[in-house]
């Protein structure tokens, strides 16, 4: 079973910048996708962004130049560099990692709330 553990999420000004962190730890052999969802109440969840083992990327349209995925894998490590951030940014952040094949691992989420 995979563990995940989220960080960096935060109050910050419109125009400024977060990084979230995310460590999965457990009984892993070599961790597939990884990713970040966010939600905002009463709306339908949305992908931000995944990644690969072998770094392939992919963004919400929403979010494309703004925010850089990456991924340490060494350390089963997933981050996301927000910049520019937008009030309508404003959700609760999820990561998720893929090991096995098919099975999908959750952190708890962190709140990342934009100030206009």
């Known amino acids: 079973q995979v563990q995940l553990v989220e960080s960096g999420g935060g109050l910050v000004q419109a125009g400024g910048s977060l990084r979230l962190s995310c460590a999965a730890s457990?009984?892993?052999?070599?961790?597939?996708?990884m990713g970040w969802y966010r939600q905002v109440p009463g709306k339908q969840r949305e992908l931000v962004a995944d990644?690969?083992?072998?770094?392939?990327?992919n963004y919400a349209d929403s979010v494309k130049g703004r925010f850089t995925i990456s991924r340490d894998n060494a350390k089963n490590t997933v981050f996301l560099q927000m910049n520019s951030l937008k009030p309508e940014d404003t959700a609760a952040y999820t990561c998720?990692?893929?090991?096995?094949?098919?099975?999908?691992?959750w952190g708890p989420g962190t709140q990342v709330t934009v100030s206009s």
């Open positions: 457990g009984s892993i052999f070599s961790i597939y996708d």
């Open positions: 998720y990692a893929e090991w096995p094949r098919w099975v999908h691992s």
């Open positions: 990644i690969t083992s072998g770094g392939t990327t």
